[in-house]
């Protein structure tokens, strides 16, 4: 398929990144462009290609030595393999957090943290976002660098002393009772300081907008013309059933009512369709759901116009899980894949950065 031509009228694109711990999903997005004629690309997440690196230099049986930013903690297995072998391994302070947040627990594994690669180590760089690794693709590609990058990345958050579960909470607490459930407040110009992955993020694309991809993923559904309008008419519930977590939020008038998070691996279809019905109904606690090893449950008073939320929307790498319930599949712009990149698209929109979509 042809695309359109370029013209020295058209805006520069907006990369659009979700890094998640399996696949990284990108939209280079052009406002004037149909999301049809985008490119778009589906590619191994940075910490999966880091983690296969590792493996390599275990097998090899040489040091390793980490350097960079607080990244996703997907090699964190390959990185214990790789102790488990009596390999030494380092690494720089902020690379250290990619895998813990206490780094004495971390050295107590037998990982040393310095500044300086160690003699005969080989160096690997840590980051969600590598800015010569896309100069280089989208030159390759034909493609224009971007007038501005936004992405997302899970972020339990940095809290010393307390429960990471606990602390994430805190992220859709902010949405439920200081946005009121307006999803426009997920797509964050100022990063909260305990989500330290999401400030080396956006230090990394040159300071433009992070979401969490649970916060992402929301928006994409909203990005669907059809879902917005069928969301005003009466409350629907959507989920996202990742490679590592489960979020479902409550939607309705343009407003996020309720949220819900656990791990994707605990769950079983028949026990996430149970909970989802009580969370449906404002029956689930959020003490149930974390003493469940999930992050919880939170919601504001539900209105009676949503006529009890019904309606299940599942999307994610993981959705066959709720295959053959009373659910539906959708594909906001096309692309399931791609959900969390139409999502950061749909937040600059809401937040007036973009303008309407056809």
């Not at 003493?291 to 999307?315: I, N």
Request: proline letters at 6%; aromatic letters at 8%.
């Amino acid at each position: 398929m042809e695309l359109p031509p370029e013209t020295s009228q058209s805006p520069a694109p907006v990369l659009c990144l979700d890094i998640g711990s399996g696949t990284q999903d990108v939209l280079l997005y052009y406002p004037d462009r149909e999301v049809e004629n985008c490119p778009k690309l589906v590619i191994p997440a940075p910490a999966r290609v880091l983690a296969g690196r590792i493996r390599e230099l275990t097998a090899r049986g040489r040091a390793l030595h980490l350097y960079g930013h607080n990244m996703g903690g997907g090699f964190g297995g390959a990185v214990r393999a790789h102790l488990a072998a009596k390999l030494p391994v380092s690494c720089t302070e902020s690379a250290a957090y990619s895998l813990a947040d206490d780094l004495d627990a971390l050295r107590a594994q037998g990982c040393s943290i310095t500044p300086d690669c160690p003699d005969g180590a080989e160096a690997l760089f840590c980051a969600d976002f590598d800015a010569s690794f896309w100069n280089a693709a989208l030159e390759a590609l034909g493609l224009p660098r971007p007038g501005l990058v936004t992405a997302c990345v899970q972020d339990h958050g940095f809290h010393p002393g307390q429960s990471n579960r606990r602390g994430r909470f805190v992220l859709w607490e902010r949405l439920l009772v200081e946005a009121q459930g307006h999803p426009e407040s997920l797509l964050y110009e100022s990063v909260p300081a305990e989500f330290t992955r999401l400030l080396d993020l956006q230090r990394s694309i040159g300071g433009g907008p992070v979401a969490d991809t649970g916060a992402a993923a929301v928006l994409g559904g909203l990005f669907e013309p059809s879902l917005r309008n069928r969301a005003e008419e009466r409350g629907l519930t959507l989920v996202n059933i990742g490679n590592s977590h489960t979020v479902a939020f409550l939607v309705y008038q343009g407003r996020i009512w309720g949220v819900y998070e656990h791990h994707t691996g605990l769950l079983d279809a028949d026990r996430l369709w149970s909970q989802l019905a009580r969370f449906r109904r404002g029956e689930l606690g959020f003490e149930e759901i974390f003493d469940d090893r999930g992050h919880g449950t939170m919601r504001l008073e539900l209105p009676v116009q949503a006529q009890g939320f019904a309606p299940t929307l599942v999307l994610g790498p993981r959705r066959g899980l709720l295959a053959g319930y009373d659910v539906e599949f959708p594909a906001p712009g096309g692309d399931m894949m791609l959900t969390g990149a139409f999502g950061l698209v749909e937040g600059l929109r809401l937040r007036g950065q973009l303008k309407e979509r056809f």
